[in-house]
C-alpha cells in the first residue's frame, strides 16, 4: 500500500512557507496502531513511563528483534539509522533523539514524519545483557515558534 507523502519544511521566512515532497513510503497504519500491535505481538517487560498508546518503553528479548524491526517498518518505513552505521538526522528530529539520549553506534531509529507529528522507535540493545533491548517509541508534536525560529517539542 503507497503510504501518505513525507514532506520537508524547506523555507520559513516572513510568513512564506515552501513545502517540496521529500519521498513516499510504504507504510501502513496509525502511529497508535504501531504501539498497539507492538504489545500485542511481543511479549515485553513495559515500564512505567509508558503512557497509553503515545509512548512506549520496554524491554524485549533479542531473539524477537526481527520482528521488531518488520513492525517498525510496517509503520515508520526503513530505519534512519541502522545498527552500526552514522547518520546525519534533521535538526527536529536529532532533538528527539537527543531528548531520548542519543544514539550509540549499535543502536537503530526509526521515524515518520506528518505534518508537526512525529512518531518514533528507538531500538537499544543492552550492552550488560545482550539477550535484551530496550524499545522506545512514541508520538511527539513539533510546534514552531515563527518569531524567534525555533522549535518546541511537545508530547
Known sequence: M????????????????????KDFLLVEGKPM????????TLTMEIRPSSVGLEYLEAVVN??????LNSLL???????????GKKVNL???????????GG?????????????NKVTYAAIWPWESNPDKITLK???????N?????????KR
Open 2 to 21: 503507497l503510504g501518505t507523502p513525507r514532506f520537508m519544511l524547506v523555507d520559513c521566512w516572513k510568513g512564506n512557507l515552501l513545502v517540496i515532497l
Open 137 to 143: 517509541s512514541g508520538v511527539i508534536k513539533l510546534a
Open 33 to 40: 496502531d504501531m504501539i498497539e500491535e507492538i504489545k500485542e
Open 73 to 83: 517498518e510496517k509503520y515508520l518505513g526503513p530505519a534512519a539509522k541502522e545498527s
Open 103 to 115: 544514539l550509540r553506534n549499535g543502536q537503530s531509529f526509526f521515524y515518520r514524519q506528518d505534518g
Open 90 to 100: 534533521p535538526r527536529e528530529i536529532q532533538k528527539i533523539v537527543d531528548s531520548l
Open 145 to 153: 515558534d515563527f518569531s524567534g525560529g525555533r522549535s518546541i517539542l
Open 62 to 67: 533479542k531473539k524477537d528483534l526481527e520482528l
